[in-house]
């Protein structure tokens, strides 16, 4: 019998077959050890989406630079401290057949003051927007300091393959320090990793060479690019498919399309409707137009709801991938449910509210985050999905102390 489309393998450039179509994408767990190790929390959680039928699944952002963390409770892998506990996640989330990618991150600049009073970016350009004071001034990388990061990534990445994870993930979109090196804004350098395109692209080209050293030409790799920064003057959609062809050339595996910084965070959907659910696909054209000019499997992330929802993105073209994040925190064994039962109820984002109207303007996406973290916990030891935005912050605060007080994503 011939599968459903969402059911079909996928062969990746590199030789390894994903299982079907259906996308675990990434979300921050909160949930590491305060030395930055994966906790036994992380097993239970990845077990119970590897059971849960996705062909792949994408870690939360690990962190190359344990100086530079994007925000509380991620894992950090930068030496051979925790290998026992990465070893016991990968075999927990491999499970099933399941593919489970590390995603990899250095935040730059996107560090918040709580955590890190030096951060560092391309240039000199604080963070814009009523976010900026959440964060310090960054300094601007020298060229040594640059050297390093690249090996940091190609280092972690390695750990990734010798500890079991099945592929890679380099995070260069949602405006994070690669993301900043490819922006006009944020990037103003004038040395050889800044100007035109080929010259904001160039940590990426590097990171993603020496990572693909490091792990090998049978490995996967994939990148996470923004289709768009939405900030004007930022990276924005035509810049982003010549990224796009640029991996295609160097061999990358899946390119996941995504958008948005913290200080437009298109990556959550539109933000007047909170829930994120508008019906529409965030990003679809644009993946569309990535998959139509490289010869690339493509993820497009963001929106989708439902087994039509899926189904209908396989067949516009819009990827050959389909990932959910928020969805599947909510239902854990989605993908099953999408490739077994077929058309089932949308699943439905809850419209988070702490009750208090001025904490929740203040605090939107603090709020959004803190509450997915609350029900990755709670996953983690069977509970069911509960809690209001108000038990959110207590939880988040309860967790990780003030630093969890800033907005994210
Ligand atoms: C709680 C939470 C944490 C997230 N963490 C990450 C992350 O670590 N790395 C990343 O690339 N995207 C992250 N994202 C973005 C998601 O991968 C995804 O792009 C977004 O939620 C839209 O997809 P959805 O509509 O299916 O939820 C996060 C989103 C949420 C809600």
């Not at 930055?36 to 039928?53: E, I, K, M, T």
């Not at 922006?183 to 990572?211: F, H, I, Q």
């Not at 900030?231 to 959609?237: A, H, L, M, N, R």
Request: glycine share 12%; hydrophobic share 40%.
């Amino acid at each position: 019998m011939t599968p459903t489309p969402v059911a079909a393998p996928l062969e990746l450039p590199c030789g390894t077959t994903l299982k079907n179509r259906l996308v675990k994408s990434s979300t921050s767990e909160g949930l590491a050890t305060p030395s930055g190790g994966p906790s036994n929390q992380h097993l239970d959680l990845y077990r119970r989406w590897a059971h849960g039928g996705s062909g792949l699944v994408v870690t939360g952002g690990v962190m190359v630079d344990s100086e530079h963390r994007g925000e509380p409770g991620s894992v950090v892998v930068t030496d051979d401290r925790h290998l026992d506990m990465l070893r016991s996640w990968a075999t927990a989330g491999t499970v099933n057949d399941t593919h489970l990618w590390m995603q990899l991150n250095h935040p730059g600049k996107q560090s918040p003051r709580s955590m890190n009073k030096y951060p560092v970016a391309p240039s000199a350009v604080p963070m814009a927007g009523r976010i900026g004071r959440y964060f310090a001034d960054p300094r601007e990388l020298t060229i040594s300091d640059i050297d390093l990061i690249v090996w940091r990534f190609a280092y972690t990445a390695l750990i990734a393959r010798e500890t079991g994870f099945t592929g890679v993930q380099i995070q260069a979109g949602h405006g994070y320090l690669i993301n900043q090196f490819l922006s006009p804004a944020d990037n103003l350098r004038t040395d050889e990793y800044g100007g035109d395109l080929e010259g904001r692209m160039r940590l990426l080209v590097e990171v993603y060479r020496a990572v693909r050293k490091k792990v090998g030409d049978d490995f996967p790799v994939s990148v996470r690019i923004n289709a768009s920064d939405g900030v004007p003057g930022g990276f924005g959609e035509e810049e982003s498919l010549q990224v796009a062809q640029k991996l295609a050339e160097l061999g990358v595996d899946v390119i996941e399309v995504s958008g948005g910084t913290y200080a437009t965070p298109l990556m959550l959907g539109d933000e007047v409707d909170a829930t994120g659910d508008t019906g529409e696909i965030f990003f679809g054209d644009q993946a569309r137009r990535v998959r139509e000019a490289v010869d690339v499997p493509v993820l497009v992330t963001g929106g989708f709801r439902c087994a039509s929802d899926v189904e209908k993105g396989l067949e516009d073209g819009l990827g050959d991938l389909i990932g959910m994040a928020r969805p599947m925190v909510l239902i854990p064994e989605l993908a099953n449910d999408i490739i077994v039962h077929g058309d089932r109820e949308r699943v439905r984002l809850p419209r988070l509210t702490t009750h208090i109207e001025s904490l929740d303007e203040h605090s939107e996406s603090l709020v959004g985050i803190s509450w997915y973290e609350m029900q990755m916990d709670r996953i983690t030891d069977g509970r069911a999905i509960g809690g209001d935005g108000l038990a959110a912050l207590w939880f988040a605060a309860k967790r990780h102390g003030v630093r969890a007080m800033f907005p994210r994503r």
